[in-house]
């Protein structure tokens, strides 16, 4: 089964502050890794998706990364703000036909 | 992008009580449809996956009598919550995906705040 790992499970840094968000997944048998963002009783929004057969994805001050021979993915926010203050969370699919499985997520604060 | 939404945004009932949520793609059909449920502080669960016009299928440890999941058209999919229990409160979101080639996106819905009292 399927298992997703996100640390560090919270985060606290100042404005203006580059910082990295990890994820690793039990099983590299996957289809696509998905990088979502999360506000305060909200529901989600999709920041990145990483195709299995790509690297790297980029959004603005966003950038993903995939190694899936590790079972790995970074999530990289350059010249953080605080409006990025949120909560993370990164999932996997197996297949294009099976659900996304979820990470617990990192909590971030940016300071400003 | 696809829009998916919820309703209601946020229920509070009496234990004991039934509750339905409804989720509906606003601009595609949706052909298999996902909820979820999230705790506090914790991550999205799978529950169970719909596909219109067939019985849900409920993962390990959902009960299928207590959630009953209902997928009638390529637009909606409602989960009941039956005889709700405080051990109930959550956050429940639904997931939208169509059935097109290249439609493996899954489309959230804002969620629904459930507290059972």
């Known amino acids: 089964k399927q298992e997703v790992t996100q640390i560090p499970a919270a985060l606290s840094v100042p404005e203006g502050e580059n910082l990295v968000l990890n994820c690793s997944f039990t099983d590299s048998a996957i289809y696509n890794l998905q990088w979502f963002r999360q506000d305060p009783g909200k529901g989600l929004t999709s920041l990145l998706l990483i195709q299995s057969s790509q690297r790297e994805q980029t959004s603005g001050r966003l950038n993903a990364s995939l190694d899936k021979s590790s079972g790995r993915s970074t999530l990289y926010i350059a010249a953080s703000q605080p409006g990025d203050s949120a909560t993370y969370l990164c999932?996997?699919?197996?297949?294009?036909?099976?659900?996304?499985?979820f990470g617990k997520g990192t909590r971030l604060s940016v300071i400003a | 992008g696809a829009v998916v939404s919820q309703h209601p945004s946020r229920v509070i009932c009496k234990s004991g009580t039934s509750v339905k949520i409804e989720c509906r793609s606003l601009?595609?059909?949706?052909?298999?449809m996902f909820w979820y449920r999230q705790f506090p502080k914790q991550s999205l669960m799978l529950m169970a996956t719909?596909?219109?016009?067939?019985?849900?299928?409920?993962e390990q440890g959902v009960e299928k009598d207590k959630f009953l999941i209902n997928h009638a058209s390529l637009t909606l999919s409602t989960l009941t919550v039956t005889s709700a229990h405080p051990e109930d409160s959550s956050f429940y979101i639904c997931?939208?995906?169509?059935?097109?080639?290249?439609?493996?996106?899954?489309?959230f819905g804002p969620g629904t705040r459930l507290l059972v009292l």
């Open positions: 719909s596909n219109e016009g067939s019985k849900a299928t409920y």
């Open positions: 997931s939208a995906r169509s059935g097109l080639v290249g439609g493996e996106t899954q489309y």
């Open positions: 601009d595609f059909q949706a052909t298999t």
């Open positions: 999932a996997v699919r197996r297949s294009g036909n099976t659900p996304l499985v």
